[in-house]
């Protein structure tokens, strides 16, 4: 998945492409910074690392909703068995993650309601502990029930589609 065939010129190899990705996800900074290290462009560096992070993911398929009837109907007797609540398919909350201060055109959205500067993560865990929807996308001013409401398994649940309930705390 990492290895590309090409005629122009040497490609990154997946080793580079990996140890690239672990170098950004480590200690975080510019690609181009990341880049100018190593002798790779900006755009090669973006390119390995968004390449990376979904081999990685569709490797791993570790977050993921249940969404055959077996898969809810194992979650559902979890919850039921831990706490005796029936059709329950996952426990959703919010947290807040500190940011450096956005571009000033932008910057009072993500003023959270705890006066910092941060990104709003919604997750969802099923019985297991295990996350099966996160949701990384929204500044800190950001209300809980506006990220459900607007989340792809938010619209899903709304329709019917899913047969069970999110528990969550009154955000």
């Not at 791993?60 to 831990?82: A, H």
Request: with cysteine; net charge positive.
């Amino acid at each position: 998945m990492l290895e590309r065939l090409t005629q122009r010129s040497n490609s990154l190899s997946p080793e580079t492409q990996v140890l690239l990705t672990l170098r950004y996800l480590g200690k975080g900074g510019y690609l181009s910074e990341i880049g100018d290290l190593h002798g790779v462009s900006e755009a090669s560096v973006s390119r390995a690392f968004h390449d990376t992070v979904r081999a990685f993911n569709s490797h791993l398929k570790n977050i993921s909703f249940p969404w055959t009837r077996e898969e809810q109907e194992r979650i559902k007797l979890g919850f039921c068995s831990i706490g005796g609540f029936p059709k329950v398919l996952g426990a959703v909350d919010g947290t807040l993650i500190p940011i450096k201060r956005p571009p000033a055109n932008e910057e009072m959205a993500f003023v959270c309601r705890k006066g910092y500067h941060a990104i709003n993560v919604q997750g969802v865990c099923d019985s297991d502990l295990r996350f099966t929807n996160v949701v990384v996308r929204w500044p800190g001013s950001t209300h809980d029930s506006l990220i459900l409401k607007n989340s792809g398994l938010g619209k899903k649940m709304e329709t019917g589609v899913v047969d069970g309930w999110l528990l969550g705390d009154s955000g």
